[in-house]
């Protein structure tokens, strides 16, 4: 593979005046450029990345600060960063995952101060989170997806949960729905300060009082034993519920299968709405989720271009945007059962006649020990 000082060597000039050309730090001439621009095709030379940034001080590469554990990236996670990666790609950057949360704070300094990037993005933002301070500090650009509590000065792209989680409770309650259940994420997550977590909880009780409705919130870890556990919860707290909404995928699908095991049919028995959840997500599911699909990518090309606008011209114009999900209905979601009996010990909710699957699943459930 070709060098920098092989091309020098062959175009007869120094290996400054061959990064001159790459970097156009300096004036060179075209008689010049054009021996070097010769050598480099003749031997096909491919100039690195970080070897075209040394004079201009840029390496070409921006950082998607993006927080990871064992469950990985799941598809509606992945359509921000490939959002973001087309976009990066498409200005001729390149985007690079670093698994950097808001403990990681001397990492990012390191990283940070070498300038191994020229910009970041940061996901899963939290109320309060101490690596827009440390970024801030160091003068790097940073565009959020997400939103800190104060936001002077930044620029960021979010969910507009606000309206997301009114429309969300408003198809339920047009179907007929007046005991609905918000599964959240954890009860650590919201205390850490997880943004989402925090604005869909204020969201859903001022979108339940609007409809004069009581509001019951359901912290679940994100796991499907998290959805087992947050549907039981739910169902002590709020026998007579007939609605469930979710934002926690890893939660959802247990929920899903202990409503099964409980011989409750979705939607007859329980409408589910997931969301800011892909359509691949809701896709999974038996029925397929009603759900409130997320505009991850949209969201991810946006903060791309709002970021190299940042780090390109010094454009420092901040850039605040938010985007509602767009409700998509599927198989899970139906207007409540209206006839019938009342479950045993359920609060007065209303059940199927005795001679169907569901009573049936009802009945066996209750025998298990």
Known sequence: MATMQDVARLAQVSVSTVSYVLTGARPISQATRDKVLAAMAELDY???????GLASRRSRIVGLLLPMDERGLGATETA???GAAAGASAAGYHLVLAPIGVGDRDELRRLASQRMFDGALLMEVQLRDPRVDVLRELDVPLVLIGRTADTTDLSYVDIDFDRTVAEAVGHLVDLGHRRIVYVNHSAGTIAE?????????????AAMAAHGLEPLMIPAEDSAAGGRTALATA???????????????????????????????????VSVISMVTSPQVAELATPALTAMNSPGTALGRIAIETLLRHVDGGH??????????????????????????????????????????????????????
Not at 46 to 52: G, K, L
Not at 241 to 261: C, K, Q
């Open 235 to 269: 169902l002590r707290q709020a026998p007579d519920l007939t609605a469930i909404l979710a934002m926690n995928e890893s939660a959802v699908f247990g929920l899903l299968g202990e409503l099964h095991r409980r011989g409750l049919r979705v939607p007859d028995d």
């Open 46 to 52: 491919q100039p690195n990345a970080m070897a075209r």
């Open 193 to 205: 300060g997880y943004g989402p977590a925090l604005r869909t909880r204020d969201a859903f009780t």
């Open 316 to 369: 420092r114009e901040i850039h605040q945007q938010l985007l509602p999900c767009a409700l998509q209905v599927r198989g899970s979601s139906g207007p409540p059962r209206t006839a019938g009996t009342a479950y045993p010990g359920a609060g007065g909710r209303q059940r199927p006649g005795p001679g169907s699957r569901a009573a049936r699943r009802s009945a066996a459930t209750a025998r298990r020990p």
């Open 80 to 82: 921000f960063v490939t």
